[in-house]
């Protein structure tokens, strides 16, 4: 194993930066639905249940292309890759444009929005392995956050800009008997919102045509390099497919990388639930005014959580007591949200809001990158792909139920605790399987095995 060929890139920051910009235009798409609920119910003429699915797409498409998507990005490059998903993020956010500028037409709206989902599978996965192709190994669970920030962040402003874009007052007709949302300028509002998502996403994808790259010259750390010398790129198109389906296989049969799956998918299932229906929980407990900040909060307090986690992670290497603390106090922050709205004071929403994000948002890098050292040396976006199909498929489930559960504005409040409480048995649930994992660290392991050979080799020289 030759050090001198170990070199970190200043270029990396960069590359971070531009998947960041990607990453956050396509999650602000993901939420600016359902921060807006009843206006755009009137727009499109669809009920609370029916605009959930622009949330529930995002989760549902993501299931049967989630392996295919890993085996392309093995197979080509994550430029190659990162592009094509930027590209579909773009095309996505200009339909949505279209079809709230020159047609008003729910249908139009959702075929943007499933374009833009698709484009996901190329986000999700990134952060993991681009942290790994880019960064030191003191630096990975940094950058691996980083990722993960970014698409918070534009979760972020997709919980505040929206609203900024509308009226929170409503007027009475009396000859249709009929309330209206949508007040005088607010759809021309509407179109200056969508048109200045689909301006940068399509510079975001040009930008990323022209700067992004798949690796630096040099590995920046040994595992990075020995994962360099066991790619076979001269395999067919079949022949390279099954050589990772057959991984995948290997990752399930993992007792302990399975209970990781489970518990991940179950603590960020209820998070993607409790995201796509806080608009309409809000709305239901305190009216309209607040929806927005609230969510703010949630996602801000969840960028520290997952900077902070990632950055613990680095200098501690303490994998197995950082997961079991995040997946406890998520629990703890869930059951607080739960009851808090019935405190009758709205700032209590806003801090149990804000202790949700910071543990749930801040436990998922913690999850990205366990399963990454556990994993080794499969591929990273074989074990993060794996994590987010999980997360996908427990987020349709909670969010499809507690949905239906919680029903409309007029629906009994009482339905909405139930829908909460049952997200609570869920991360209960997910609790018991992160206490049954077995952590193995087996990228740190190389790591330090290959840092104590190099050692042991220059005192011999020396």
């Given at each position: 194993?030759?050090?001198?060929?170990?070199?970190?890139?200043?270029?990396?920051?960069?590359?971070?930066?531009?998947?960041?910009?990607?990453?956050?235009?396509?999650?602000?798409?993901?939420?600016?639905?359902?921060?807006?609920?009843?206006?755009?119910?009137?727009?499109?003429?669809?009920?609370?249940?029916?605009?959930d699915?622009?949330?529930?797409?995002?989760?549902?498409?993501?299931?049967?292309?989630?392996?295919?998507?890993?085996?392309?990005?093995?197979?080509?490059?994550?430029?190659?890759?990162?592009?094509?998903g930027?590209?579909?993020?773009?095309?996505?956010?200009?339909?949505k444009?279209?079809?709230?500028?020159?047609?008003?037409?729910?249908?139009?709206?959702?075929?943007?929005?499933?374009?833009a989902?698709?484009s996901?599978?190329?986000?999700l996965?990134?952060p993991?392995?681009?942290?790994?192709?880019?960064?030191?190994?003191?630096?990975?669970?940094?950058?691996?956050?980083?990722?993960?920030?970014?698409?918070?962040?534009?979760?972020?402003?997709?919980?505040?800009?929206?609203?900024?874009f509308?009226?929170?007052?409503?007027?009475y007709n009396?000859?249709?008997?009929?309330?209206?949302?949508?007040?005088d300028?607010?759809?021309?509002s509407?179109?200056?919102?969508?048109?200045?998502?689909?301006?940068?996403?399509?510079?975001?994808?040009?930008?990323?045509?022209?700067?992004?790259?798949?690796?630096?010259?040099f590995?920046?750390?040994?595992?990075?390099?020995?994962?360099?010398?066991?790619?076979?790129?001269?395999?067919?198109?079949?022949?390279?497919?099954?050589?990772?389906?057959?991984?995948?296989?290997?990752l399930?049969?993992?007792?302990?990388?399975?209970?990781?799956i489970?518990?991940?998918?179950?603590?960020?299932?209820?998070?993607?639930?409790?995201?796509?229906?806080?608009?309409?929980?809000?709305?239901k407990?305190?009216?309209v005014?607040?929806?927005?900040f609230?969510?703010?909060?949630?996602?801000?307090?969840?960028?520290?959580?997952?900077?902070?986690a990632?950055?613990?992670?680095?200098?501690?290497?303490?994998?197995?007591?950082t997961?079991?603390?995040?997946?406890?106090?998520?629990?703890?922050?869930m059951i607080?949200?739960?009851?808090?709205?019935y405190s009758?004071?709205?700032?209590?929403?806003?801090?149990?809001?804000?202790?949700?994000?910071?543990t749930?948002?801040?436990?998922?890098?913690?999850?990205?990158?366990l399963?990454?050292e556990?994993?080794?040396?499969?591929?990273?976006?074989?074990?993060s792909?794996?994590?987010?199909?999980?997360a996908q498929f427990?987020?349709?489930?909670?969010?499809?139920?507690?949905?239906?559960?919680?029903?409309?504005?007029?629906?009994?409040?009482?339905?909405?605790?139930?829908?909460?409480?049952?997200?609570?048995?869920?991360?209960?649930?997910?609790?018991?399987?992160?206490?049954?994992?077995?952590?193995?660290?087996?990228?740190?392991?190389?790591?330090?095995?290959?840092?104590n050979?190099?050692?042991?080799?220059?005192?011999?020289?020396?």
């Amino acid at each position: 194993m030759d050090s001198n060929l170990i070199q970190t890139s200043p270029n990396r920051w960069l590359i971070l930066f531009l998947f960041a910009c990607f990453s956050g235009s396509n999650a602000y798409q993901w939420i600016q639905y359902a921060i807006i609920p009843r206006e755009l119910q009137e727009i499109y003429s669809i009920n609370q249940q029916t605009l959930d699915w622009f949330s529930i797409i995002y989760m549902l498409v993501y299931i049967p292309f989630i392996i295919p998507a890993t085996w392309a990005l093995d197979r080509f490059s994550l430029r190659t890759m990162c592009c094509i998903g930027a590209i579909g993020n773009a095309v996505g956010a200009i339909i949505k444009y279209l079809s709230i500028k020159f047609y008003t037409n729910f249908w139009l709206a959702f075929t943007g929005q499933t374009i833009a989902a698709i484009s996901q599978v190329y986000v999700l996965t990134i952060p993991p392995a681009l942290a790994g192709a880019w960064f030191p190994a003191n630096e990975v669970s940094t950058a691996c956050s980083l990722g993960v920030f970014a698409n918070q962040f534009g979760t972020a402003v997709g919980f505040l800009v929206p609203p900024l874009f509308t009226n929170t007052s409503e007027t009475y007709n009396s000859v249709t008997n009929e309330t209206s949302y949508v007040q005088d300028g607010e759809i021309e509002s509407l179109q200056v919102l969508f048109g200045l998502g689909a301006v940068f996403t399509v510079f975001t994808a040009v930008a990323m045509l022209v700067l992004f790259k798949s690796a630096p010259e040099f590995p920046p750390s040994l595992a990075n390099q020995m994962k360099r010398k066991e790619i076979i790129d001269d395999m067919g198109l079949f022949e390279s497919f099954s050589f990772h389906f057959s991984a995948i296989m290997r990752l399930f049969k993992n007792r302990n990388i399975t209970l990781l799956i489970l518990s991940y998918g179950l603590n960020t299932g209820v998070y993607y639930a409790v995201g796509t229906l806080l608009g309409a929980f809000v709305i239901k407990y305190f009216g309209v005014g607040d929806e927005g900040f609230i969510g703010l909060t949630l996602i801000i307090s969840g960028l520290f959580g997952a900077v902070l986690a990632g950055y613990w992670l680095d200098k501690t290497k303490t994998y197995k007591l950082t997961m079991r603390a995040m997946y406890a106090f998520s629990l703890a922050s869930m059951i607080f949200y739960t009851v808090a709205p019935y405190s009758g004071e709205i700032y209590v929403l806003y801090v149990a809001g804000g202790c949700l994000g910071l543990t749930m948002t801040g436990y998922l890098p913690v999850g990205f990158e366990l399963g990454v050292e556990m994993s080794y040396p499969e591929t990273e976006s074989s074990s993060s792909g794996l994590l987010n199909a999980s997360a996908q498929f427990f987020g349709v489930i909670f969010t499809i139920g507690l949905g239906q559960l919680m029903g409309d504005e007029e629906s009994d409040r009482s339905l909405t605790l139930m829908a909460n409480l049952i997200g609570c048995c869920g991360l209960v649930l997910g609790l018991v399987f992160t206490f049954l994992i077995k952590v193995d660290l087996k990228r740190q392991d190389l790591e330090n095995a290959q840092m104590n050979e190099l050692g042991g080799k220059k005192e011999e020289v020396e």
